[in-house]
């Protein structure tokens, strides 16, 4: 043996024992929106992807789509904040949406809403609701133009994430 090979023989194989002790990196995985877990804390439900689906769904049977409103968006959170907090699902009439829908100066003829909650992913939402003929007729309500949907976690609930979806139709 040459002495620059017993010289550097034990870094060589110190640094082949350090290799073998790390991991290789941790792959990445990328979800779907539409499939993204929501009853873990910090997530929202991401507006693109579910407008896209329920406009998709829309397009199928023949309706035109349907554009995303802000303030209907915000509605919905308001609503959907409240089912959380109190650990129920609203039903229509009792939520008071024609007030907030006015006083949010929202023009419409006519609004639906889904309330719903335990759900944990927007696909299952949108599937539960598909299934569900008063929760269908919302998202296929074809004189429908503008939606707004939100979401909220509560971890120390029963359902643990709430679904507002609303739909209006205009003037």
Known sequence: MTSAFRRFAPLGLAALALAACSRAPTPVEHTPPFYQRLDIGGRAVDPASSLSMI???????????????????????????????????????????????????????????NFSAGYRTFAEAFSGWRESPKHDATMLAPRATRVGLATAYAPNSKYKIYWTLLVVEPR
């Open 55 to 113: 406009n998709q769904y829309r397009g199928n049977k023949g309706l035109p789509p349907l554009m995303w409103d802000a303030g209907l968006a915000r509605i919905a959170q308001a609503q959907v904040d409240d089912m959380a907090a109190r650990d129920r699902v609203h039903s229509t009439e009792a939520a008071g949406l024609d007030r907030e829908l006015a006083a949010a100066g929202i023009p419409y003829a006519s609004f639906l809403a």
